[in-house]
Nanobody, 123 residues
Framework: VQLQASGGGLVQAGDSLRISCALS????????VGWFRQAPGKEREFIAS????????YYSDSLKGRFAISRDNAKNTVFLQLNSLKPEDTAVYYC?????????????????WGQGTLVTVSS
């Protein structure tokens, strides 16, 4: 499966933004799809994940409440809603898929990665 993230851009602090991750083909397989981000000079950080079939979600404790993950199975797309954005949220946001259904915050569990979409938050 291939993933393509989109929807990033330049926003102001306090704004909201929804970014998308399109999966390349309709699949009957089950995946965990996760969102990560990487700011310049920092390690990749887990944000949230969702199971494809049942929509079960799992969040980073530090970001839960401002960010929300969801999916649209008909559109083969996973979304990440970013609210109350702060300049420190500036990063490249990546989506990834784990067909082994392990998921969670460990990036090594995810076999497939999209190219990332840049979100820049100005103060």
């Amino acid at each position: 499966v291939q993933l393509q993230a989109s929807g990033g851009g330049l926003v102001q602090a306090g704004d909201s933004l929804r970014i998308s991750c399109a999966l390349s083909r309709r699949t009957t397989s089950n995946y965990v799809v996760g969102w990560f981000r990487q700011a310049p000079g920092k390690e990749r950080e887990f944000i949230a994940s969702i199971t494809w079939r049942l929509g079960r979600t799992y969040y980073s404790d530090s970001l839960k409440g401002r960010f929300a993950i969801s999916r649209d199975n008909a559109k083969n797309t996973v979304f990440l809603q970013l609210n109350s954005l702060k300049p420190e949220d500036t990063a490249v946001y990546y989506c990834a898929a784990d067909p082994n259904m392990t998921g969670g915050p460990n990036a090594g569990n995810y076999n497939y990665w999209g190219q990332g979409t840049l979100v820049t938050v100005s103060s």
